[in-house]
């Protein structure tokens, strides 16, 4: 595969830099979490090519709600110079799962979530050819704008409760090489998730697709088949088989509808076929309905194995791990170390006219000394950030620097994710050397902070807990 070349900004004409942090491996057997609600409503129609001329495309399922199982629609409203979202648009959508379970932090994920169009090339197997990050491009704007209109059809997981309103996938795109903010331009691209996709992924309503395999299909319809079957064979994985009738089936993938089954079998077995080459299916088959025609697909010895992995790593998670560490002397736990609250650079608590924040947006940015008070009192937290942040953004501001400053504190502007690397890497050092200073100023332990003690009969290695109180219960040797 041809080697992903930095993104230049069609306006400037500035390269992207090419990560060099955070590159995404993917193991052999590796499943992207990918949120339920979007893969199981059919949102993505089974087709490469874009459908611009369609107004909707509605899917009606049956859903249990308030204890009672009943009949919901969700309507896909496509963009209208994009149109429905597609497989394509789907191959998409799961290499940015991808980038997104990469970018949790605490297990939780945030606004905004950045990445390189490199590293979303990279996960789909595509070349730097400039079509493919104009696609990628056109891919981000049609997540924003695509609407859906639910009819009890959408999932909340934070509430436990479907809902009836319309939303959108992306609150908000900026591209690379955008403004962010007045003056500010994006060094990567950033995307906003809305409320309810966010509050699903970070409350795990996903599926599991696996990704390796899911890029080697071919077929429209079976790439748009593999989330759903994860929803449809898992909900009757006891009787081996899953229904569902032909028009119900063809409403999800938005392909024409047949009356013959001959030109439905046509039409079918490319991709069911193909589905069961590589193990999602052991075979599948069309018979006659009540009304009309069902599909029955039988669940493949890879659904089999995948969701046994998927519960072994489960349990394995569970299951605590045996302390491997040398045993030490027990002795009665010494108190939690106590780091001292970082100092700030700026304190806020000092005169006005001495206070170092007023100080610099009067001496650097030019604000004029009462707006710079004002600004201290009310919004401290806020001038310190953005006075910090200064210094990482790539702006290039010629007049008006104070104006700029003045509504970056007021606005609360976005500032880059390395003043925020750059804040925790310095709690960091400020905690290290309190520590050192706590343990060097220390008699009873030696320069790693441990001591030597004994209860009499054993004798053992203690982290020093620096309180001569507390120390003296264990004499040392």
Not at 28 to 53: C, P, R, W, Y
Not at 166 to 175: I, K, P, S
Request: aromatic share 10%; with cysteine; net charge positive.
């Amino acid at each position: 595969m041809k080697k992903i070349a930095p993104e230049a900004d069609p306006e400037t004409h500035e390269l992207e830099p090419t990560p060099k942090a955070e590159v995404v491996t993917i193991p052999s057997t590796e499943f992207v979490q990918v949120e339920k609600n979007l893969a199981s409503m059919g949102f993505f129609s089974a087709t490469t090519t874009h459908i611009k001329d369609a107004k909707s495309k509605t899917v009606t399922f049956t859903r249990e709600r308030d204890g009672k199982r009943g009949v919901v629609t969700v309507t896909i409203v496509p963009a209208a110079i994009h149109g429905l979202p597609t497989t394509a648009d789907q191959d998409k959508w799961i290499a940015f799962q991808k980038l997104v379970e990469s970018r949790r932090r605490g297990g939780i994920v945030s606004n905004p979530v950045s990445f390189t169009s490199a590293e979303m090339l990279e996960l789909l197997g595509l070349s730097d050819g400039a079509n493919n990050y104009q696609d990628l491009y056109r891919w981000l704007d049609l997540m924003a704008f695509t609407g859906i209109i639910s009819e009890w059809g959408v999932y909340s997981a934070g509430k436990k409760i479907s809902r009836r309103d319309v939303y959108h996938v992306f609150d908000r795109v900026v591209r690379y090489g955008k403004y962010i903010e007045d003056g500010i331009k994006a060094d990567q691209n950033y995307v906003w998730f809305s409320e309810w996709q966010l509050e699903n992924i970070n409350n795990n309503h996903t599926l599991p697709i696996e990704h390796e395999a899911y890029k080697l299909l071919n077929a429209p319809i079976a790439k748009a088949l593999v989330p759903l079957l994860q929803v449809w064979l898992y909900a009757s994985e006891n009787e081996g088989k899953f229904e569902k009738r032909y028009d119900e089936l063809c409403q999800y993938l938005n392909i024409s509808q047949y009356q013959h089954l001959s030109k439905i079998k046509e039409k079918l077995s490319p991709a069911l076929d193909e589905l069961k080459a590589h193990g999602y299916l052991k075979s599948w088959k069309v018979e006659k309905a009540e009304q009309g025609y069902k599909v029955i697909f039988y669940h493949g010895e890879k659904y089999r194995r995948d969701r046994q992995l998927q519960r072994e790593r489960k349990q394995d998670a569970l299951t605590p791990k045996p302390d491997k560490r040398p045993r030490q002397l027990q002795l009665a736990p010494a108190p939690a170390e106590v780091v001292p609250p970082a100092i700030s650079a700026w304190p806020v608590s000092s005169p006005p006219l001495e206070n170092p924040l007023v100080t610099e947006l009067v001496a650097t940015f030019g604000v004029d000394e009462s707006k710079a008070r004002e600004l201290v009192s009310v919004k401290p937290d806020e001038v310190r950030k953005q006075i910090g942040a200064f210094s990482l953004r790539k702006v290039n501001i010629t007049s008006n620097l104070a104006g700029w400053i003045i509504r970056a504190i007021e606005h609360g502007y976005f500032v880059p994710p390395a003043y925020f690397e750059a804040q925790r890497k310095a709690e960091e050092t400020k905690s290290a050397q309190a520590r050192r200073a706590q343990t060097a100023a220390c008699p009873l332990c030696d320069a790693s902070g441990i001591r030597m003690v004994t209860d009499g009969k054993k004798s053992g290695a203690v982290k020093c807990s620096h309180n001569p109180e507390i120390e003296a219960r264990y004499p040392g040797l």
